[in-house]
């Protein structure tokens, strides 16, 4: 349980790090995002953005899609092959896991 605890902290603290370093290194983006937000806080009775506001908060997340499509959180995917295939010259058979290292 731990790991996955961590895990889930670690990806969501380096996805929020490097949006807010990326945001920074652009300060028109950021100040989109930041009329987003304040225009979706000033149609509401309190300063909050709540679960079903962020639907309304498109650019916000683009940035932040960006962000993890950049500095991605999980350096390396997996993919089973459907049939045998040749990779740089060497054979995978059918029904094997591949990881990819980003």
Known sequence: VDTF?????????????????????HPEHQDKVREEVRQ??????????????????????QCLKEAMRLHSPVPYI??????????DGRSVPSDTYVAINL
């Open 5 to 25: 605890l961590v895990a889930g902290y670690e990806t969501t603290a380096s996805t929020l790090s490097w949006t807010l370093y990326s945001l920074a290194q």
């Open 40 to 61: 979706l806080l000033s149609d509401k009775a309190v300063d909050t953005v709540e679960w079903e506001d962020l639907p309304k908060l498109p650019f916000l997340t």
């Open 78 to 87: 997996s993919r089973r092959t459907k049939e045998a295939t040749v990779i």
